[in-house]
T-cell receptor, first 113, second 115 residues
């Protein structure tokens, strides 16, 4: 069965420090992996995706993520966090066969000045 | 380009009443999704359309929920009768690409409160 896990409910980081949001997945077949961000009372916004190719993917607002097949992970990273990065972050997984585009439970990121 | 449009943004009803949500995807997007997001949880897929055909509705509570996408463009999600546990934000999303390689573009959601 397909699943995606975000092990941390909340991540706290000081502005200027590196930010990491963790995601692990389980699929049969080739995974397609995505990160989305949600600000209060708004829909989800796409940040980046891994479909194939280079394991390091760069996306919007300075975020990047690394696909690690052996660890079945797709952690989101930003070298220097901003207060404006405070939001809810969702990892999502899909596959190359028809099936659910499935989201994790989300990780709340809090960046303090 | 215009984004995914949803209406209404907010709806309050009593249990056993009915409600309908409307979604107009981005022009040209073949795939349309309805998600239910309960407070504190990630979005849960209810139904996925490819043009006007259903690709996946395995998590749609079919005894009370129904959805249609006539002419492969806009879509309506209906709940009848509503239960307290249906209180959630209903998110519509669309994708240009078929399959699952394209990013989803989300509307701002319709927040349902069932009293």
């Amino acid at each position: 069965a397909q699943s995606v896990a975000q092990p941390e409910d909340q991540v706290n980081v000081a502005e200027g420090n590196p930010l990491t949001v963790k995601c692990t997945y389980s699929v049969s077949g080739n995974p397609y992996l995505f990160w989305y961000v949600q600000y209060p009372n708004r829909g989800l916004q796409f940040l980046l995706k891994y479909i194939t190719g280079d394991n390091l993917v760069k996306g919007s607002y300075g975020f990047e993520a690394e696909f690690n097949k052996s660890q079945t992970s797709f952690h989101l990273k930003k070298p220097s966090a901003l207060v404006s990065d405070s939001a809810l972050y969702f990892c999502a997984v899909a596959t190359d066969s028809w099936g659910k585009f499935q989201f994790g439970a989300g990780t709340q990121v809090v960046v303090t000045p | 380009e215009a984004g995914v449009a949803q209406s209404p943004r907010y709806k309050i009803i009593e249990k056993r009443q009915s409600v309908a949500f409307w979604c107009n995807p981005i022009s040209g997007h073949a795939t349309l999704y309805w998600y239910q997001q309960i407070l504190g949880q990630g979005p849960k897929l209810l139904i996925q359309f490819q043009n006007n055909g259903v690709v996946d509705d395995s998590q749609l509570p079919k005894d009370r929920f129904s959805a249609e996408r006539l002419k492969g463009v806009d879509s309506t999600l209906k709940i009848q009768p509503a239960k307290l546990e249906d209180s959630a934000v209903y998110l519509c999303a669309s994708s240009l690409l078929t399959g699952n390689t394209g990013e989803l573009f989300f509307g701002e959601g319709s927040r349902l409160t069932v009293l």
